[in-house]
């Protein structure tokens, strides 16, 4: 079945770096915009950035612009999220999610079918 499985979650310093993967099974990726979207406790969810999987066109929320890339590697179906220069801000649970789309991507939940059960990232000293 249609499914998205996230990875590379943890605990990392104020500056550090981590890269998530989202590795995607059970459609057709060329025909799918991914996204990332995070949540921390006591705020609503955040669309951090997603790529158009046939394009390669990206977006950024402006918090992460020139800190995060996001990435996709077709021949493995994965997507990934290379986060730089982490802050304690970026403290979350990170989702990826897919939505049957192969236009633009957007960072608003409801374009998006699928979704992930979620990675902690957790900036702290």
């Known amino acids: 079945q249609l499914q998205v499985v996230e990875s590379g979650g943890g605990l990392v310093q104020p500056g550090g770096s981590l890269r998530l993967s989202c590795a995607a099974s059970?459609?057709?990726?060329?025909?799918?915009?991914i996204g990332w979207f995070r949540q921390a406790p006591g705020k609503e969810r955040e669309g951090v950035s997603c790529?158009?999987?046939?394009?390669?066109?990206?977006n950024y929320a402006d918090s992460v612009k020139g800190r995060f890339t996001i990435s996709r590697d077709s021949t493995k179906n994965t997507v990934y999220l290379q986060m730089n220069s982490l802050k304690p801000e970026d403290t979350a649970v990170y989702y990826c999610a897919a939505g049957l789309r192969v236009g633009l991507c957007g960072r608003t939940p409801t374009q998006y079918n699928y979704w992930g059960q979620g990675t902690q990232v957790t900036v702290s000293s």
């Open positions: 059970g459609f057709t990726f060329n025909s799918y915009i």
């Open positions: 790529i158009s999987i046939i394009s390669g066109i990206t």
